[in-house]
């Protein structure tokens, strides 16, 4: 890396580092695209979309750009470089990382017949989405990407932030066992409706094919199983809404080859408690709850593959493809 | 402050519901949909309740949207979104301008 990139983080970059991952990881309580990051050209931001990055192998990596008047990049693909910084408790490190090619994946309800091969600029009502592409870490810690765009009719544009990888996942992860969670069902017993879907609280439980049966249940029949844990109404990713409707888009055209099952976040939004199930899965293992989350889980009761944030019908119906119908 | 345009967005938003379900749309979106959402998580810490009005609503909005064009209840649903969103503000102690839809 150059010595001028290598000026722009000085010994007090783990401050600000701190404070990029504090708004872009969330805490499950905060936007996830509200932090600005650096940006070399001065008004774009780069804003890591991804929950639980971890070491391991090649896995999605999302990240999302913004202007200064918050219009969101969009279309095209745009190159990532990655660095890693350092521990964080020590001298930091500038050592070069992976490089990869990011698409554009759009929030579902957002895609454009015709897309354009070429980034530019929409605003919220035009599009809205994330860049992604498949990366692998090899070191816990601090790193930072560059992500660089040749922008419609606005040349090349780059900007760069800093995220957190962790030694171990903190949400369950591909090839671990699916906890056997015993989740909320239309058919439980003495629970308000709205947990078990928030969109629920003054009318019927919408998706009722998403509320049929538990992850525990399936794991024990052998049957494959998607699972959305989201919370359509109080969601503050933005994305919870458009990933439940898209699992209840597949639930519709492949109920002969899994189970599927939304799980609401909120027992009670107001009394701030979470739904056992969605804590089992998303608070155990020291995640911070961010969401939404699909989880794929395979016969053999392992979990197959997961998607934070945004989940596009186009990455989980090839997989659902390759499912055995069994009516 | 974005907050109080946010307000201001969805009143204007209510506006154009009378006419023009579309255009009531991109305003939404473009005006106040991302800062709502903040807007939400900033109450989050301080007024739980209002936090989940002000999502609830918002979600009406969305939902109204998202199906039917229903000129009237997609006004009538951005109506009350400005109400809790004014409400939202006066609980943070921010200043709104007047909005009449």
Known sequence: ?327 | MRFDDAHRGVCEAAEAAAGDVEAAEAIFFDRAHDSLHELAATLDDTDRVSAARLLEAKQDVEAELDGAVRREIVRDHLVALAAVTGDALDVLGIERAECEP
């Open chain 1, 1 to 327: 890396m150059s010595e001028d990139r290598h000026r722009r983080w000085p010994r007090t970059v783990w401050a600000a580092v701190a404070v990029t991952l504090l708004a872009a990881c969330g805490g499950g309580d905060r936007d996830a695209p509200s932090a600005d990051a650096q940006a070399s050209g001065g008004e774009l931001s780069a804003v890591v979309a991804s929950f639980d990055l971890a070491i391991g192998p090649p896995a999605r990596f999302l990240v999302a750009m913004l202007d200064a008047d918050r219009r969101n990049l969009g279309h095209g693909r745009v190159d990532l470089a990655f660095t890693y910084l350092g521990e964080g408790t020590s001298e930091m490190t500038d050592t070069p990382g992976p490089s990869a090619e990011a698409s554009y994946l759009p929030i579902p309800g957002t895609e454009t017949d015709n897309p354009p091969d070429t980034p530019r600029f929409l605003l919220p009502s035009q599009g809205r989405g994330v860049y992604a592409a498949e990366v692998g870490f090899d070191r816990a810690g601090f790193w930072e990407v560059e992500v660089h765009a040749d922008v419609d009719g606005d040349g090349r544009r780059s900007a760069t932030t800093a995220f957190e990888v962790l030694a171990d996942h903190r949400v369950p992860a591909v090839g671990d066992p699916a906890p056997p969670s015993e989740n909320l069902t239309s058919a439980t017993a003495g629970v308000p409706a709205e947990a078990i879907d928030s969109r629920a609280i003054d009318g019927p439980v919408p998706d009722p094919e998403l509320h049929q049966t538990t992850i525990a249940a399936a794991v024990a029949a052998g049957r494959p199983a998607l699972v959305v844990f989201s919370t359509p109404v109080f969601c503050v990713s933005r994305f919870c809404g458009p990933v439940t409707d898209v699992v209840a888009g597949l639930a519709a055209d492949y109920a002969d080859r899994a189970a599927f099952i939304h799980v609401e976040i909120w027992d009670d939004f107001e009394a701030k408690r979470i739904n056992a199930a969605a804590a089992e899965w998303l608070a155990a293992g020291g995640g911070d709850g961010n969401e939404p989350w699909v989880f794929l889980i395979g016969a053999d009761g392992t979990i197959a593959a997961r998607w934070d944030n945004v989940a596009a019908r186009a990455e989980i119906e090839p997989l659902l493809r390759q499912l055995p119908a069994n009516p």
